[in-house]
């Protein structure tokens, strides 16, 4: 009989496959106690950057960089695509990377990528998970990234090469690209059996950036969970099964995909590697389900000892009855999710992209909550084994801890406010619900609008139809309405690409002298490109009146960006003159969008820049504002996050996140006087062009995480001798101090809660009128609450209230004193009006007593004080004997009360009635007693109130005669 060996010893070849399934065994049994996802993820960083002399780079921001077509960052190698698409600045760390390996937080919500319907449905999918990454920039390729995976994976790890499958790129004829034979025989030359190496075509095999840009074939590692031995199933290898799953993508890089889809060689090639920590943790382990490792199974045990839920048992589908499982997977998930998010400053919120997306989670993870018998209040306790698990390898974490709590339990407690009111519209809903079936399109965008009472959330109402089992169509969200800017900016620029760029840095040369500015003309600009804003084509010349787009090979003007609106101006010379009513950037070139006023522009014309300065310094004013602005929130509390800003023409929009609840009064007042302080100081403003990364590491720079900054940025610096008052990155134009903004003012100021706070507030003249404005109508207020006081001059009272009505939507004013204001009028408005009309209802009895002595006829009587309500209760309080009509006539309306004694003439009373009925004005019976009857109405029709009254007079008149007559 043939023997084999197996360790020091010959046995047979039963022997031998029974000993090594046991071997394999022992050895998984073992690898499952000892591999901790800590140890894990660092003996991964070990492997590569201590033995194969990597560079570690630290896990780049959650937030993704705008143009990445997702919200989140949602894979390893985002922060390194300016490698790949050879866009790295000189001065950069990236110019110096070869081998760089890390441990990337990634979160898959939203866009290309969305987890979030499939989180505990299945045992595998999360929302939120950390990506294990190695990478070679124009270093080693195919060969040594082959062999260091499978060291890692078969000599560290200890995992089996018979549970391995190698897949590799098996060439596509249609793109020309050849079967990457290389990778396959790399693989068997490492050991692998030819059977375990199996070829897949470009969806499985072929990796791209995108649409255009870096691309090219790849190798994939599966592990089969399997305890079998060797088995063989190369079938189940990208099947969909649960038993074989990728563990591990080596990405090799070398062709540059070109817009016809064309595949060119690149000059330097590129290796990008990934394995997500939670399943290989879960191979190590020794399970098919990342929920059973201990990345999940402490938060499992929490929730089970503190709530006394029952244990989690790891059920899926039918076999979760009651779906208390799935629930476990979903709160787990979803804490780890929000602990990340919200320690990078991500807040939940109902517009904000990101802030959006987190409160979508936040309210999943609470609706989950309530299947497991969670407590309110108790969500927020699992922050600490978050922090605990994952605060070694990502600090803030451990630095955000509270915050991460409070931000919860606050929005736990607006969750079940807000679901308690959401459930109560939701239920009238169903009362006055003539039909059953499915909700529609429009009976949600009613529940969402708040058409049967309060609006009821997205998330919510979803929840609220599945627990009554009602299928639902939500309204898709419009796009916005494009602003008349927007509409002038979208043409197709294609055919301007040829366009050498404009040099813009004359923007940044103006001058101050004393408390003036001086900003030169540029003269010798040259038009290198026309665009008609009629039919945004190529144009080579235009005529007076037409307009366009003009290009120039320099410019002075700014064209909008960071937030800043763009300059207005002229472009001229001897024979013409176009005017500019904007400034774009687009791309690399600046856009001057106006129209000729005089003469003919043709490409080539050599034309003379000159700005609107006032414009510019406007612009310039409130820029540097919004700079000491965002310093004084900073300082008011430390997790401020800029989100966005829009300045221009001595007005800024300030929008910025924090967790921190503001009491408006007093937070306002301090970054208002904050602001004012800064610039009484006279503060100098300093920019300086400096590297990117040089920037970005100097102490207490402020920048946006999402922005695509260009690898040479402008800093601009506020600062004093002993402190750094504001460093921003800021390719904008300032003030060259401080004391040039002039004033500062807080407008408006909206969200006081957690999460968006929104800032509108003026600078220069703009604001010291404002506090003019609220200067003077604070006098009119004390006035008029002197006034009521005393009870002198009531006829004006009126009078004083609209004027400081009229006033407080009509000027500008500064936010503290127009809601100081508004607080006293409405506290002092009902008391004014209740003795107002009781003095103009005495004023009324009075004049009518001395009527009724004077004159023996019925009386005509007319007003310019007092309302309906005052001519009411002096008809009925005063003791007459003869019919009372009384009018009162404003700009709008005339008040009518007529008031009909008992014992009056009959026929005096029919001939007061029929004058209205005459004129189809249907008097009110509004009171009725032993002595008098009372009538009104209200005419909102002039020419028909003057008719009525003229037929009164008439009457009267006719009245006086006859009365004459009979004495």
Not at 532 to 557: I, V, Y
Not at 814 to 824: A, G, I
Request: hydrophobic share 35%; with cysteine; aromatic share 8%.
């Amino acid at each position: 009989m043939l023997m084999r060996v197996f360790g020091n010893h010959k046995v047979c070849r039963n022997c031998l496959r029974r000993l090594r399934t046991l071997n394999k065994s022992f050895q998984r049994e073992g690898s499952s106690h000892s591999w901790r996802s800590a140890s894990v993820r660092s003996t991964f960083l070990d492997f590569f950057c201590g033995k194969h002399e990597h560079l570690f780079v630290p896990s780049s921001s959650i937030i993704a960089k705008k143009g990445e077509g997702s919200y989140f960052t949602n894979a390893g190698m985002n922060q390194f695509k300016p490698i790949f698409l050879n866009d790295v600045g000189d001065g950069s760390p990236m110019s110096h990377h070869r081998r760089v390996a890390n441990s990337q937080k990634c979160v898959r919500i939203g866009g290309k990528h969305n987890d979030l319907e499939d989180v505990g449905h299945d045992l595998t999918h999360h929302t939120f998970f950390e990506m294990l990454g190695s990478w070679s920039f124009g270093d080693y390729f195919k060969r040594e990234a082959c062999a260091m995976a499978l060291e890692l994976l078969r000599d560290v790890y200890k995992i089996p090469m018979s549970s391995l499958y190698f897949t590799y790129f098996k060439g596509d004829s249609s793109l020309q690209l050849e079967e990457d034979l290389e990778t396959r025989d790399l693989w068997l030359s490492l050991g692998v059996h030819k059977e375990r190496v199996l070829p897949f075509g470009m969806r499985d095999n072929f990796w791209d950036m995108g649409v255009t840009g870096p691309c090219g074939p790849c190798t994939e590692i599966h592990y089969d969970h399997h305890h079998s031995g060797n088995r063989l199933v190369p079938h189940l290898v990208n099947a969909n099964s649960p038993q074989v799953v990728e563990i591990w993508n080596l990405v090799f890089m070398q062709y540059n995909r070109q817009l016809d889809q064309s595949l060119v060689p690149l000059l330097q090639r590129h290796v990008d590697t990934g394995l997500g920590l939670e399943r290989l943790t879960a191979t190590l382990q020794n399970s098919t389900s990342n929920y059973d490792t201990d990345l999940f199974t402490p938060i499992f045990d929490a929730i089970h000892k503190d709530c006394g839920t029952p244990r989690y048992q790891g059920r899926v589908g039918s076999d979760d009855l009651g779906g208390r499982d799935m629930a476990y997977r979903v709160v787990a998930d979803h804490i780890r999710m929000l602990c990340v998010c919200l320690s990078e400053g991500i807040l939940p919120d109902r517009v904000d992209q990101h802030g959006h997306k987190v409160r979508l989670v936040l309210y999943r993870c609470l609706q989950s909550a309530k299947v497991l018998g969670v407590n309110p209040g108790y969500i927020s306790s699992l922050v600490d084994i978050i922090v605990d698990s994952l605060g070694g390898t990502y600090p803030e974490l451990n630095q955000s801890c509270k915050r991460i709590k409070d931000v919860i339990n606050s929005s736990e407690d607006h969750y079940y406010h807000t679901l308690e009111q959401g459930t109560n519209t939701f239920n009238k809903f169903l009362r006055k619900r003539k039909k059953t079936g499915p909700i529609s399109e429009l009976e949600s965008g009613d529940l969402l609008s708040g058409h049967y009472g309060y609006p009821v959330p997205m998330e919510i109402l979803t929840s609220l139809a599945q627990q009554h089992k009602l299928s639902i169509q939500i309204p898709q969200r419009g796009s916005e309405k494009q602003t008349d800017k927007q509409k002038e900016q979208v043409y197709d620029l294609s055919h301007l690409q040829s366009l050498p760029r404009t040099d813009d840095h004359n923007k940044y040369l103006y001058r101050r002298t004393g408390s003036d500015y001086e900003f030169p003309d540029l003269p010798d600009t040259s038009v290198v490109g026309i665009l008609s804003r009629q039919c945004g084509e190529s144009e080579e010349s235009l005529q007076s009146g037409q307009e366009a787009s003009l290009f120039l090979d320099k410019t002075c003007f700014y064209g909008e960006c960071g937030g800043q609106i763009g300059d207005t101006g002229i472009l001229q010379n001897e024979t013409s003159v176009f005017v500019v009513t904007d400034t774009q950037r687009v791309g690399e070139l600046i856009q001057h969008v106006g129209y000729v006023e005089k003469g003919e522009i043709r490409k080539g014309d050599k034309l003379t820049a000159r700005i609107n300065q006032d414009r510019r310094l406007g612009n310039m004013r409130a820029h540097t504002a919004t700079h000491l602005l965002n310093w004084s929130l900073r300082k008011l509390t430390s997790d401020a996050r800029q989100n966005g800003s829009q300045v221009g023409e001595d007005r800024l929009y300030f929008e910025v996140f924090t967790a921190r609840a503001m009491d408006t009064v007093a937070d306002v007042n301090q970054l208002q006087d904050g602001v004012r302080g800064l610039i009484g100081r006279g503060l100098p403003v300093s920019s300086q062009s400096l590297p990117l990364s040089e920037a970005q590491s100097l102490d207490h720079v402020v920048y946006l995480l999402n922005e695509v900054y260009p690898h040479t940025v402008n800093v601009v610096s506020i600062e004093t001798e002993e402190e750094s008052k504001s460093v921003e990155l800021c390719g904008g134009t300032h003030v060259l101090n401080t004391q040039d903004i002039g004033d500062f003012c807080i407008e408006k100021f909206k969200g006081v809660g957690q999460g968006r706070k929104c800032f509108y507030c003026f600078t220069g003249q703009l604001a010291t009128q404002a506090q003019h404005n609220g200067n003077t109508l604070q006098k009119m207020m004390s006035d008029l609450e002197i006034a009521v006081k005393t009870e002198r001059g009531h006829q004006k009272w009126e009078d004083m209230i609209k004027s400081i009505n009229t006033m407080m939507f009509s000027v500008v004013l500064p936010k503290l004193e127009r809601d100081d204001v508004e607080n006293r009028l409405n506290q002092i408005e009902h008391v004014a009006m209740t003795k107002l009309n009781a003095l103009n209802t005495q004023e009324l009895q009075k004049e009518i007593m001395i009527s009724i002595r004077k004159i023996r006829s019925w009386l005509q009587l007319t007003i310019d004080y007092g309302n309906t309500n005052v001519i009411k209760k002096a008809l009925l309080t005063t003791s007459i004997d003869r019919p009372v009509v009384v009018m009162k006539s404003d700009s709008k309306t005339t008040h009518f009360g007529v008031a009909l004694p008992k014992n009056c003439d009959a026929k005096l009373k029919e001939e007061i009635l029929k004058v209205f009925r005459d004129h189809d004005v249907k008097l009110r019976q509004q009171k009725k007693t032993n002595k008098i009857e009372f009538w009104c109405v209200n005419v909102h029709d002039l020419v028909k109130s003057e008719e009525i009254q003229w037929a009164l007079s008439v009457l009267y008149y006719r009245s006086l005669r006859e009365d004459s007559k009979t004495r």
